[in-house]
Nanobody, 124 residues
Framework: QVQLVESGGGLVQAGGSLRLSCVASGDTFSSYSMGWFRQAPGKKREFVGGISRGGGSTYYADSVKGRFTISRDNAKNTVSLQMNSLKPEDTAVYYC?????????????????WGRGTQVTVSS
């Protein structure tokens, strides 16, 4: 089992940047594929991007491709989400999630463990 804690959210103007971090504890972090999701008020949780166990493969939603970058440091049990060129429509609670299987999937129900989320608000 792994516990996940996100941080780094906040209020930023459109066009700005934020870096979210997710620290894992418990099980071996490098055993998990990791994903980032977000959920805006009144909307379903949506996939943002994912990264493979070793960090060699990443996968992004079209809405963030070219603006967001996911990375991980297995030595520090951390996965990060660098968000650039932020837009008001990026406003949401952002969650990191861990998947025990070797894959990158954009489906929230396929992930086994979740953090509590961190709020990102982008003002226009």
């Amino acid at each position: 089992q792994v516990q996940l804690v996100e941080s780094g959210g906040g209020l930023v103007q459109a066009g700005g940047s934020l870096r979210l971090s997710c620290v894992a504890s418990g099980d071996t972090f490098s055993s998990y594929s990791m994903g980032w999701f977000r959920q805006a008020p009144g909307k379903k949780r949506e996939f943002v991007g994912g990264i493979s166990r070793g960090g060699g493969s990443t996968y992004y939603a079209d809405s963030v491709k070219g603006r967001f970058t996911i990375s991980r440091d297995n030595a520090k049990n951390t996965v990060s989400l660098q968000m650039n060129s932020l837009k008001p429509e990026d406003t949401a609670v952002y969650y990191c999630a861990a998947d025990r299987l070797i894959r990158l999937v954009p489906i929230s129900r396929e992930y086994d463990y979740w953090g509590r989320g961190t709020q990102v608000t982008v003002s226009s």
